[in-house]
């Protein structure tokens, strides 16, 4: 089987040993944690796929240029290399650094809410971005197509947006009150799924025609060009640099969490297009927020190592190995039966628990169930992704129902190896053998916002 899959573009040169455990020492370790997996120490996990975020190893290219690093506060030597390398692969004039993502998010968002409640669309908000809409006095409105929740049902893009929705909503809140379209490179919260440049092309249409800005939040925007390469007619000889540079071509801002397909552990960017007052914007928020503009909370080691990661992501042979990665575990997983987000994206394989635990109610948490499971039985920490995050509608204060309940198994770059995988799927094969067995949760201690990170839950 695993030689339909690309072998390691690799060695390796340094280990970190792991920790074994006992089934019996786990189930301490998780009625300790509060049947929560935020609330485990990491080296009481054996595989960690809890997210792909600065989780990944860096290369020997990366770790060398570390030692280059210029830790000057102003006019770094570093912030210039990173801000070549970001202009050459994005043809954008603007570039200012951020401590990751989120830091991103905060500096840029609020520019475009010009008066309380304007609404920003989406193919899916990631969480941090939606609390950042909404922190900045927006609204986050979802508009993905419809096929992305036919977890069965293959479809080369199911991170597509639904453009015929997303001008209906326009029309309906009227072109004055929408912020910005948010154009999320792969789509995260739904499997790691991609957006194809003709969906994307659909989207700038869209944009022209109401004037509306087009943001992409591109945390793995080359992933997403690897899968354009792969399942989009007219690009299988384009390079991944040329796909991903016609991908920018359609946004005017680009917002990225470094901690992805920067192959960093740690780092964020805003690159602008060629909007001055924004950018003028961004820098004036950026100082108090992240830092001065040539740092924006990176060091210049962080910052000399992610101009080499940035070109990293974007190498064919890394890509096919990472995507090789999700589509091996996948179908594993598939084979033994195990319900998944099909096909599998870019970062994680997504396991439908609404299907493995459908006796389990949505306030019960059916796949925070099966991520604990997952953990007694193979010490492998994946993570909910459902209605145990989404938390409660702030009017009513009940528990909303998210539309599907997922544990995410995300992969971190270049970390494990396909008989790491192996181990993963066959902990999940047991769990879902023994998914009668399966009980719900209830909360012992619920924070208010953003409950489960925190949160302490008791099995019922
Ligand atoms: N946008 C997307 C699509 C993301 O996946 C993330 C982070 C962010 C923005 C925020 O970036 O973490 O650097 O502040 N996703 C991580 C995950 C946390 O586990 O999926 P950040």
Redesign the pocket.
Known sequence: MKNDFAPEPYRIKMVEPLRRTTREERLVLLKEAGYNIFGLKSEDVYIDM?????TGAMSDRQWSALMQGDEAYAGSRSFYKLETVVKEITGYEHFLPAH????A?QVALPYFVKKKGMYFISNMH????RAHVELAGGRAVDCVDEVCFDTERYHPFKGNFDLERLETLILEHGKENIAGIIV?LTN?SAGGQPVSLENQRGVREICDRYDLPYII?G??YAENAYFIKMREEGYAEKELSAIAKEQFALGDLF?M????DGLVNIG?LIAIKDDEDLFRYCRTRLVPLEGFPTYGGMSGRDMEALAVGLKEGLDFEYQRHRTDQARYLGESLRAAGVPIQYPPGG?AVFVDCKRIAPHIPYDRFPAQAVVNALYVEAAVRG?EIGSFLLGRDPDTGENLESPMEFMRL?IPRRTYTYAHLDHVAEGVKKVHENRDALRGYTFEYEPPVLRHFTARLRPL
């Open positions: 809890l997210t792909d975020s600065g990751q993502g989120r830091g998010e990631f969480d941090t971005t999320t995260n939040d945390a793995r917002l969490s470094a901690k992805k964020g970062h993570v995300t």
